[in-house]
Nanobody, 122 residues
Framework: QVRPVESGGGLVQAGGSLRLSCASSGRTLSGYNVGWFRQAPGNEREFIAGITWTGGTTYYGDVVKGRFTISRDNAKNTVYLQMNSLKPEDTAVYYC???????????????WGQGTQVTVSS
């Protein structure tokens, strides 16, 4: 089965950028729709961005539209989340998740990574 693994989190100043990566330690991600989610302390986990398995369609949560970009390179078995113009309220644990079912990958995907911390200082 696919086992997402996130990397690229860290500490950045407001206005800065980070790029998160999601690979799979198990089955390749190339046949799966992939989403990025985040959860801040005291908040529910929220959908941030998603991309279909072909890479042909992308989706974004309203809070990140125009600032974050999701992409994938199936040859490298990796999905990316480019985050620009970061704000302190973007501070959260960011999760990569995958599902072969298009109907659920943005709401209740089956396979989750362990998460990577992103902290944006003011």
């Amino acid at each position: 089965q696919v086992r997402p693994v996130e990397s690229g989190g860290g500490l950045v100043q407001a206005g800065g950028s980070l790029r998160l990566s999601c690979a799979s330690s198990g089955r390749t991600l190339s046949g799966y729709n992939v989403g990025w989610f985040r959860q801040a302390p005291g908040n529910e986990r929220e959908f941030i961005a998603g991309i279909t398995w072909t890479g042909g369609t992308t989706y974004y949560g309203d809070v990140v539209k125009g600032r974050f970009t999701i992409s994938r390179d199936n040859a490298k078995n990796t999905v990316y989340l480019q985050m620009n113009s970061l704000k302190p309220e973007d501070t959260a644990v960011y999760y990569c998740a995958a599902d072969g079912n298009f109907a659920v990958f943005r709401t209740r995907p089956s396979y989750w990574g362990q998460g990577t911390q992103v902290t944006v200082s003011s």
